[in-house]
């Protein structure tokens, strides 16, 4: 009986080694991460959030102005010109082009009085985009500013 060997591979005939295997797949897997967010955009909902905190923040900027100032404060919504200000900081800032703003009940035009014992007058302001909303409380009792961004 003889036994069959495999005839040994002669140069140039060889395989690839398990280390080249390796290398490849790695440069492979660095290709798709870098393309994953081309392909599926994450950043779509992150401008409503950046917007969200924006306005929850100038309105805690507005009842914080009210508390150590003694007096009333006033901030001031204009959804159809996507603008703001307070009387604590009264440069209009405006919000990103494609969010739209407006109070629950539906006023696009409409103000929040914050007082100097930290209470409100409060209410919910409202944005949305083409794919999120979220909604920023201001609570009447408290004053204070909660924001809550839905998917």
């Known amino acids: 009986m003889t036994s069959r060997l495999l005839p040994m591979p002669q140069s140039g005939e060889r395989g690839f080694s398990l280390l080249e295997l ?3 797949l790695a440069i492979l ?4 991460v870098a393309m994953a967010p081309l392909i599926t955009p994450s950043h779509r909902g992150a401008m409503i959030d950046v917007a969200a905190r ?9 009842r914080t102005a009210a508390i150590y100032g003694n007096r009333r404060t006033t901030f001031t919504l204009d959804g159809p010109a ?7 900081a009264p440069a209009r800032r405006t919000l990103p082009v494609k969010i739209s703003a ?10 929040i ?10 209410g919910t302001i409202v944005l949305r985009d083409a ?11 408290s004053g204070r500013a909660q924001f809550n961004v839905n998917p």
Do not use: C, K, M, N
């Open 22 to 24: 390796i290398v490849v």
């Open 29 to 32: 897997s660095l290709i798709v």
């Open 131 to 141: 794919h999120r909303s979220a909604a920023i409380r201001v609570d009447a009792l």
């Open 54 to 62: 924006e306005l929850a923040l100038a309105l805690r900027e507005t």
């Open 102 to 111: 407006r109070f629950a009940s539906q006023a696009e035009l409409g103000q």
């Open 82 to 88: 996507g603008e703001y200000w307070s009387d604590a």
């Open 113 to 122: 009085q914050f007082f100097p014992d930290g209470g409100a007058s409060g």
